[in-house]
């Protein structure tokens, strides 16, 4: 698959088969990934990867605190800000169109939460990967962390995998630290599921909007 294929065939994939996926090729889109930038060569990025029995006691335990602390989902990471204007439409749009395709009207909030929990079983994947980072860290080392999120979605794409990346896990993040044994210096960033993508989900025709290069861009020539 050439590099323009795979950054256009990747997207965000909430439904997966039960196939496994062998630790090898695991192993092998992480040194793709490991291939990243950092600022002077840092390398922020930790990996917890989960498979097996180890993913199941991780799915059952963050949705145990889930439904025992539906409260306790403030982030631990750092405040991201008020969304405005384009952002909050494009998060919107997003969201109507793949409720719709799930057939979740607006206000069922009982529907929205079971749907918000599949997160926390990794959308079915077998594999999940939750990604940590040193809390002393500077902003520029989360620039290298998305880049290494990319490559290693990249690479996920051009083996036939599929991938979604969770900014849920840094909710109800408490459960996770402690079944993972992740360190109290460290922020749990987000998760990702990796597998095959379940063809037959209808949530799975979703492809996100892109806005147009003129949209983001300001040409300075002359």
Same mark, same amino acid.
């Given at each position: 698959?050439?590099?323009?294929?795979?950054?256009?065939?990747?997207?965000?994939?909430? #439904?997966?088969?039960?196939?496994?996926? &062998?630790?090898?090729?695991?192993?092998?889109?992480?040194?793709?990934?490991?291939?990243?930038?950092?600022?002077?060569?840092?390398?922020?990025?930790?990996?917890?990867?989960? $498979?097996?029995?180890?993913?199941?006691?991780?799915?059952?335990?963050? *949705?145990?605190?889930?439904?025992?602390?539906?409260?306790?989902?403030? #982030?631990?990471?750092? !405040?991201?800000?008020?969304?405005?204007?384009?952002? %909050?439409?494009? $998060?919107? %749009?997003?969201?109507?169109? $793949?409720?719709?395709?799930?057939?979740? &009207?607006? +206000?069922?909030?009982?529907? +929205?939460?079971?749907?918000?929990?599949? !997160?926390?079983?990794?959308?079915? #994947? &077998?594999?999940?990967?939750?990604?940590?980072?040193?809390?002393?860290?500077?902003?520029?080392?989360?620039?290298?962390?998305?880049?290494?999120?990319?490559?290693?979605?990249?690479?996920?794409?051009?083996?036939? *995998?599929?991938?979604?990346?969770?900014? #849920?896990?840094?909710?109800?993040?408490?459960?996770?630290?402690?079944?993972?044994?992740?360190?109290?210096?460290?922020?749990?960033?987000?998760?990702?599921?990796?597998?095959?993508?379940?063809?037959?989900? &209808?949530? !799975?025709?979703?492809?996100?909007?892109?806005?147009?290069?003129?949209?983001?861009?300001?040409?300075?020539?002359?």
């Amino acid at each position: 698959m050439q590099f323009a294929d795979a950054l256009r065939a990747r997207k965000s994939v909430r #439904a997966f088969r039960a196939d496994p996926v &062998p630790r090898e090729v695991v192993e092998a889109i992480l040194e793709d990934a490991a291939r990243s930038p950092s600022g002077t060569n840092i390398q922020p990025w930790k990996v917890h990867v989960v $498979m097996g029995p180890a993913r199941d006691r991780l799915v059952a335990e963050v *949705l145990a605190h889930r439904e025992t602390r539906p409260d306790d989902s403030v #982030a631990e990471f750092p !405040n991201r800000g008020k969304r405005k204007e384009p952002y %909050t439409t494009r $998060m919107r %749009t997003l969201g109507k169109a $793949m409720y719709g395709l799930i057939g979740i &009207p607006k +206000g069922d909030e009982a529907a +929205g939460w079971e749907q918000w929990g599949r !997160n926390y079983k990794f959308f079915d #994947a &077998p594999v999940g990967l939750i990604v940590t980072i040193d809390k002393d860290l500077g902003s520029m080392s989360y620039i290298d962390l998305g880049i290494f999120l990319q490559s290693l979605m990249l690479s996920a794409t051009s083996r036939g *995998l599929s991938t979604c990346a969770q900014g #849920a896990w840094n909710q109800f993040w408490s459960a996770t630290r402690r079944v993972l044994e992740v360190p109290d210096d460290e922020y749990i960033v987000c998760g990702v599921s990796l597998g095959y993508e379940d063809e037959t989900a &209808p949530v !799975n025709a979703l492809v996100s909007e892109r806005e147009p290069v003129s949209a983001f861009t300001t040409w300075h020539e002359e």
